[in-house]
């Protein structure tokens, strides 16, 4: 079977010149820490993401990859007792500063979770709309439009468009986690999040996500978490290796561009890793 | 461009803490308010029983003071009254204390039945079906108990009597049975043997299975397992599964009302016709009590609720802790 | 991809393996157990006959509680120490689950056969308004009653559902150390006696409010008992919500309020609707409070707001103090209506519950 596919020609109505290029906004984190109580995470983390590109982030289990994505859209202070510091800049405004509401910033921020979650309530056509009913948003052209073109972009278009109606919950794994992109991309992020989010798909359907990834990144910024550094090396312009061992909060070992970090690392830590000497 | 990020150097400060701001809309802080206010009226409804019952019932226990819980009689019509729960405390408390004689012993055994024994495609509709007699209104229970269980039980009662009668609670001085504190026991214990099962499965579930499997693969049997590794395990647990059972034994109302022939004398003779029952006595003379007849019963109210509540309470507490000792918090 | 099959030996002289079952009871065993079982019917059969002992429930427990002991003194004999005890454990464990059951077959039975005597299409439609003493069971009926019930269980509902759910929403939507004290106090709540519930109410709308005995009182008193059933299983059911669910809306930037009303309660819709059924289930026969609230009559008062109201648990009861065979017929035919209802309104929970986990 071949699965090396070039994307497939778009065969949707909508032509792609209306798609919002572009959109995708700079993140960054500096000298960022978070804490769990008193257990602290993440410690002193500063890291640029350039806007509409990937930066994937790599390293070990329980290096704090999935936290830091959280606290990125504020979604680390759910957790009780949690606190941070530093701070992060979406094109240079600070997330955390005062006034600025959990909620503003997540819709900018958006996120794809590990366990493809559609809504077990809602349609297909609905989950894709929840962002707008969810954070009362109004649309301003027609939602069927809205609903194609991220279906569209999140590659589900044609295996969906018959059934619109149905639940989501009926799709494939791989097919839920492309809902779920679909749903996030509907408010119009301008950063989407992604914690591992082929870690619980098939080799197939992860070779789907990627292409997905590739085709949105014009439209907006991604940051993905991932454990698999052949999908880092495949899908990310940037990557971050992080490492935090014995207990100690994880920080940044390495930054760059992933093909220099990946063939020429400057960090022997870098170089372990990535050769699978260790995690 | 490679940028490689280290630590900050010596002399640098660590990181300071940041305060995270999360002003909520006011839509999500009127949402908070709607919940919590309606989590907080199940405090505030605790709060008005107590306020309401005892001043509608200050009047009454004004006048008969301290004697309210020590005299026997009830003729609050009386001028002066005379009134009091003793003999009703005393029945309530027998009654509740059969009824758990009886419900521990079978609803702990059904428990590890459930949980132990069965095999599985029984376990699910076992626990339906004792769930089920938690579901039967008080009501049916007490006309099953009148009609049915007490005739049924006075040759029982009359061989307890006849061949332990030297045991003061079995003996009886007429040989009359039925309407007894007995019957009542037998049918309470059948009410509250839903939670004390339901409560003390929940507690031996959580034992860990590799513990138990451990207890087996080192060559005990099945009930060494139970003795020195469940049972142990659920003590604490079967106490306060054994109090709620007794909390709601103290308060059951209408099958005792329909059961029992209360006669204020306080008697440890359970198999007689006879004995006392707070709650049941506030049904029986409610319909019938003139105004100052109303207000004793609410006073007789009053003294269940601090009851009932008080043993709730601490069986809350013991079941919790014996949860959360467990490292499981609910 | 090939696959090399090792070849088996010789495949004639290897029979095809028997299933073997460890733990089934063998036929040996089952043949043991039943002649162990028979010698205890008879013994029974001969004590009864002998001694002045009698009766079908007499004779059920005597026989039960002979099994027991034959199978102990049996086992003993024959096993080890250890082993027997065991044995007498698994007795024992395994009987006090049939004692726990036994009693609601009794009970449904009895009910259903009293009750069916007592039942006439009458008593859905006629009320005890003209109704004398004399008249035989098939006159009258509990129409009054039943609308009554509807009235007030239905009032009692529109209460505590929300405010139920409301609870349960705080409870497991917004925990902390005050969550605690709260589910503590739902908790001790559920265990009040129900007649204190009547009672409270009682005290505060028919003489502090000078409001009078009515079906809205009585709907009141039930919504007490209700609330902490509601509460406490519409949290369970809100818990199995998974927080997947919850995080993705709050990252497509719903606030909290909007993650809750349109998302988490709509996926535990049917949890919801098992609570309520549950709350309903266990207020529908309750009579102790319903004495001091709705009072009771014999005739239709449609109005809930405004004087005496009867209810099915309140007729059943009056009737069967009722020393009238006549009277105590009707009662139990109400008995069977009201024992109907709340086995329906089990099963429909239940049935509602497990559609939950399938979905």
């Known amino acids: 079977m071949n699965m090396t596919t070039t994307p497939a020609p778009p065969v949707s109505m909508i032509d792609p010149a209306v798609l919002p290029t572009g959109n995708g906004a700079t993140l960054e984190a500096r000298t960022v820490a978070a804490w769990f109580a008193e257990h602290q995470i993440l410690d002193d983390i500063s890291l640029a993401m350039p806007a509409n590109s990937v930066t994937a982030i790599i390293g070990p289990s329980g290096c704090g990859k999935s936290t830091f994505l959280r606290v990125l859209n504020r979604m680390h202070e759910l957790v009780p007792k949690s606190s941070l510091a530093g701070e992060v800049l979406l094109d240079g405004a600070d997330v955390y500063g005062i006034g600025v509401r959990p909620a503003e910033t997540r819709r900018h921020i958006g996120m794809v979770f590990q366990k493809p979650n559609p809504f077990p309530t809602m349609t297909i056509r609905e989950n894709v709309l929840s962002g707008l009913k969810l954070a009362g948003i109004k649309n301003e052209g027609s939602n069927d439009d809205l609903v194609e073109r991220c279906l569209d972009q999140a590659g589900l278009w044609r295996e969906v468009k018959d059934r619109l109606g149905s639940a989501g919950g009926a799709l494939s794994g791989g097919q839920q986690q492309r809902l779920c992109i679909a749903r996030a991309l509907a408010v119009s992020p301008r950063v989407l999040l992604m914690d591992e989010p082929c870690s619980a798909l098939d080799p197939t359907s992860t070779l789907r996500i990627e292409e997905t990834i590739r085709d949105i990144v014009g439209s907006v910024t991604i940051v993905i978490v991932t454990h698999n550094m052949q999908q880092a090396a495949r899908v990310s312009d940037y990557t971050a290796f992080f490492l935090g061992d014995e207990g100690r909060p994880g920080t940044v070992v390495e930054f760059g561009p992933t093909s220099e970090l990946f063939t020429a690392p400057n960090d022997p830590r870098t170089e372990d890793y990535i050769n699978g000497r260790f995690g | ?330 | 991809m090939t696959v090399t099959t090792v070849p088996s030996p010789n495949p004639a002289s290897l029979p095809t393996p028997t299933r073997r079952r460890p733990q089934a009871i063998t036929p040996a065993e089952g043949v043991r157990i039943a002649g162990v079982a028979g010698v205890a019917v008879i013994l029974t059969a001969l004590v009864f006959l002998a001694t002045p002992l009698s009766g079908a429930f007499g004779s059920v427990v005597f026989a039960f509680a002979a099994f027991v002991a034959l199978e102990v003194v049996d086992v003993s004999l024959r096993l080890d120490p250890q082993a027997a005890k065991d044995r007498t454990a698994t007795i024992l464990i395994t009987g006090s689950a049939g004692v726990a059951l036994v009693p609601l077959g009794f009970i449904v039975w009895y009910v259903v056969s009293k009750g069916i005597g007592g039942m006439h299409p009458g008593f859905f439609t006629k009320t005890l308004e003209e109704v004398g003493p004399l008249d035989p069971a098939s006159a009258g009926g509990a129409e009054h009653a039943i609308i009554g019930s509807v009235e007030q269980v239905g009032l009692a509902s529109l209460i505590a559902t929300p405010l139920g759910i409301l609870t349960a929403v705080y409870l497991s939507e917004y925990p902390g150390r005050l969550t605690r004290v709260v589910r503590f106090f739902v908790d001790s709540m559920s265990g009040i006696p129900s007649v204190v519930a009547g009672l409270f109410i009682y005290t505060l709308w028919v003489v502090r409010l000078e409001k009078g005995f009515s079906g809205l009182a009585a709907a009141m008193a039930l919504s007490v008992l209700m609330l902490p059933t509601v509460a406490r299983t519409a949290e369970e059911m809100l818990k199995l919500v998974p927080d997947g669910l919850r995080e993705s809306s709050l990252a497509l930037g719903a606030p909290k309020w909007r993650t809750v009303t349109s998302i988490v309660l709509p996926t535990a819709r049917s949890g919801l609707i098992t609570a309520g059924i549950l709350g309903v289930a266990r207020i529908a026969g309750e009579t102790a409070p319903l004495l001091m609230t709705a009072f009771g009559t014999d005739s239709v008062n449609v109005n809930p707001t405004k004087g005496a109201q009867s209810s099915l648990p309140l007729f059943v009861y009056q009737r069967v103090r009722n020393a009238v065979p006549s009277q105590v017929a009707r009662g139990w035919a109400g008995a069977l209506v009201l024992i109907l209802l709340v086995l329906t309104l089990f099963t429909v929970a239940r049935l509602f519950g497990r559609v939950r986990k399938a979905a």
Not at chain 2, 74 to 94: E, K, M, S
Not at chain 2, 277 to 293: K, R
Not at chain 2, 298 to 314: D, P, Q, S
């Open chain 2, 1 to 330: 461009m490679l940028v490689a990020v280290t630590t900050l150097p010596d002399g640098v400060a660590a990181p300071v803490r940041r305060r995270i701001v999360a002003s909520p809309t006011r839509a999500d802080r009127a949402f908070q308010a709607l919940v919590i206010g309606a989590a907080w009226s199940v405090l505030a409804i605790l709060g008005l029983i107590f306020l309401f019952l005892f001043m509608e019932a200050w009047p009454a226990l004004h006048q008969a003071g301290w004697s309210f819980l020590v005299r026997f009689q009830w003729f609050p019509d009386l001028t002066p009254p005379v009134f009091g729960v003793a003999a009703l405390l005393v029945g309530t408390l027998v009654i509740a204390l059969v009824a758990l004689a009886i419900a521990l012993p079978v609803a702990v055994g059904s428990a590890l039945y459930v949980n132990e024994y069965a095999p599985r495609w029984l376990a699910r509709p076992l626990v339906t079906m004792i769930d089920l007699l938690a579901a039967i209104p008080s009501l049916i229970y007490g006309m099953w108990g009148l009609y049915w269980l007490s005739p049924r039980l006075n040759g029982t009662s009359r061989w307890l009597t006849d061949h332990l009668g030297f045991i003061p609670i079995f003996h009886t001085s007429r040989r009359v049975f039925g309407s007894s504190m007995f019957v009542c026991g037998i049918v309470v214990a059948l009410m509250i043997l839903p939670i004390i099962a339901s409560v003390t499965r929940e507690v031996f579930a959580q034992v860990p299975r590799t513990t138990c499997e451990g207890a087996l693969a080192l060559g005990g049997t099945r009930w060494g397992m139970v003795r020195r590794v469940i049972l142990p395990f659920g003590r604490s647990g079967m106490v306060g599964a054994a109090m709620l059972g007794l909390g709601r034994a103290l308060g059951e109302t209408i099958a005792v009302a329909l059961i029992l022939s209360i006669n204020f004398q306080i008697t440890p003779h359970i198999l007689e016709p006879g004995g006392g029952s707070v709650a049941a006595h506030i049904a029986n003379q409610f319909p019938e009590a003139g105004l100052a007849g109303r207000k004793a019963l609410v006073a007789a109210g009053l003294v269940l609720f601090v009851v009932t509540l008080i043993v709730n309470m601490v069986a809350r507490v013991v079941v919790n802790r014996s949860r959360s000792s467990r490292g499981l918090v609910d």
